[in-house]
């Protein structure tokens, strides 16, 4: 049975249309979670949704919790997360209002716990492939749909900040190749991707990057009115996914997404720390009960 989790980032704060919703806290081993989660059904579809800078935007990028948010995710029954995030654009043909289905990342967060497992318990989980291509073919669908621009596939560069980059850090980042740049979504890949779960980034512009010669020249409500604008549109894009979810979701990921620690848990198991096992049995049970 499908589950989809929804990460809402700057200007999305609740989904509209919810049956039945309920806000509540779920309890993590990993500590607090960002806020309550948002509990319901759309269109027969079960929702949970996170605000994961807490309602009110109380949390800064570098304080989230992240391990909370994912964990209790799972813990939730979550199978497929789709994470949508506002972002800056390093390309001129993204410009505000443009939506990426993003494929791959760059991590240059440094101050975020970015992974379940440590010493006790050793995984390396690959990240060739960090977002699942079911999701993203379904979700760019039904942006197509909802004649919201979009592109499918894209690299989201994830910076630390709060502040924001420098013009010559910008520069550096489009000669990379990235397309877009948030300060979110690592490491929610990474941890979806321990847990086993489906996940996606879609990255909704809502400014140029300082690279562009007229960013200076951005006026606050611009902002806010693309923000205000995305978050609409981000809501009508659920509201078409969650049929297709309900209905399309196969007994296995095809891409894998729900075997990814087949092969990455590391230590033996008689050197296994007890504590660490216990915080992790939502997000590994499966492998480790096996």
């Known amino acids: 049975m499908t589950t989809l989790g929804v990460l809402g980032g700057s200007g999305v704060y609740d989904i509209a249309g919810l049956e039945n919703p309920t806000w509540r806290r779920v309890a993590s081993p990993f500590g607090e979670t960002s806020d309550e989660f948002l509990f319901g059904t759309l269109d027969g579809l079960q929702i949970v949704f996170v605000p994961r800078h807490g309602r009110g935007h109380r949390h800064s990028p570098s304080s989230i919790n992240y391990r909370a948010n994912i ?3 799972k813990r939730s029954g979550v199978t497929d997360l789709l994470s949508v995030s506002a972002c800056g654009s390093l390309r001129e043909d993204l410009p505000p209002g443009y939506f990426v289905v993003v494929d791959q990342f760059v991590d240059r967060t440094i101050a975020r716990q970015s992974s379940f497992f440590g010493e006790g318990l050793v995984a390396h989980v690959s990240m060739a492939h960090p977002t699942c291509d079911r999701l993203a ?3 760019h669908q039904c942006a197509v749909e909802a004649s919201v621009p979009v592109s499918l596939g ?3 560069l994830a910076m630390e900040g709060p502040q924001f980059s420098s013009l010559a850090e910008s520069r550096i980042y489009r000669s990379w190749g990235c397309d877009v740049i948030g300060m979110t979504n690592m490491p929610e890949a990474k941890l979806a991707r321990e847990a086993e779960m489906c996940f996606l980034t879609v990255a909704m512009v809502t400014d140029f990057d300082c690279w562009h010669p007229d960013h200076a020249h951005v006026q606050v409500a611009d902002v806010i009115r693309v923000l205000n604008d995305n978050a609409e549109n981000a809501r009508r894009l659920i509201r078409l996914l969650a049929p297709r979810l309900r209905d399309e979701r196969p007994a296995s990921c095809p891409h894998g997404c729900d075997r990814a620690l087949d092969a990455a848990l590391i230590t033996t ?3 296994r720390d007890r ?9 590994a049970g499966r492998i480790l009960r096996s």
């Open 154 to 156: 894209g690299t989201y």
């Open 137 to 139: 073919n379904l979700t």
């Open 71 to 73: 964990d209790a995710l």
């Open 269 to 271: 198991p008689c050197a």
């Open 275 to 283: 504590d660490l096992l216990g915080r992790l049995d939502a997000v």
